[in-house]
T-cell receptor
Framework: SQKIEQNSEALNIQEGKTATLTCNYTNYSPAYLQWYRQDPGRGPVFLLLIRENEKEKRKERLKVTFDTTLKQSLFHITASQPADSATYLCALDTGGFKTIFGAGTRLFVKA | NAGVTQTPKFRVLKTGQSMTLLCAQDMNHEYMYWYRQDPGMGLRLIHYSVGEGTTAKGEVPDGYNVSRLKKQNFLLGLESAAPSQTSVYFC??????????FGPGTRLTVL
């Protein structure tokens, strides 16, 4: 079955630095991959989508890469701020309008 | 626009009791989803719908039933609640199968 792995350990970084989160997957070739942000007690919020034929996507301070050979996506937040502290979820398309989500990586940005 | 709303926000049930969770969206989205989120396991798809009158099983459908009688509403039912169904339930909708919009969640405890 499809499997998504995100670093279960929290990532702690200093304000102003670049945060890099990793998403690895197995047993599937998704047409696209998504990243969501989730704050405590709230539902996930969509951030970015990258398609299989795109190597990189940017949105403001966010950058996502997608390596279909390595079966890996990297999510970068540049010039990080304390307000970026949240859990970030990776999500894969599995076809048939279904999506599977990773467990997420918690990011803490210290001022 | 209210986006995606869920009712109720919190609920405590005794084992064997039944209940219905209501999800409503005002974005005219075709696709709607029910997920459960448990610590360390990420979001898991329970059931989904690709249009009014349609439903399909997701990853963890056992013990749950759904209905989509109106395009804007997606109901999740628990016929006989079990402690293993203690979780946070999220509803989501989308227009194309990706970029899902999530509701605020329902925290359910089954004693």
């Amino acid at each position: 079955s499809q499997k998504i792995e995100q670093n279960s350990e929290a990532l702690n970084i200093q304000e102003g630095k670049t945060a890099t989160l990793t998403c690895n997957y197995t047993n599937y070739s998704p047409a696209y991959l998504q990243w969501y942000r989730q704050d405590p007690g709230r539902g996930p919020v969509f951030l970015l989508l990258i398609r299989e034929n795109e190597k990189e996507k940017r949105k403001e301070r966010l950058k996502v890469t997608f390596d279909t050979t390595l079966k890996q996506s990297l999510f970068h937040i540049t010039a990080s701020q304390p307000a970026d502290s949240a859990t970030y979820l990776c999500a894969l398309d599995t076809g048939g309008f279904k999506t599977i989500f990773g467990a997420g990586t918690r990011l803490f940005v210290k001022a | 626009n209210a986006g995606v709303t869920q009712t109720p926000k919190f609920r405590v049930l005794k084992t064997g009791q039944s209940m219905t969770l209501l999800c409503a969206q005002d974005m005219n989205h075709e696709y709607m989803y029910w997920y459960r989120q448990d610590p360390g396991m990420g979001l898991r798809l329970i059931h989904y719908s690709v249009g009014e009158g349609t439903t399909a099983k997701g990853e963890v459908p056992d013990g749950y039933n759904v209905s989509r009688l109106k395009k804007q509403n997606f109901l999740l039912g628990l016929e006989s609640a079990a402690p293993s169904q203690t979780s946070v339930y999220f509803c989501a909708s989308s227009s194309e199968g990706f970029q899902q919009f999530f509701g605020p969640g329902t925290r359910l405890t089954v004693l």
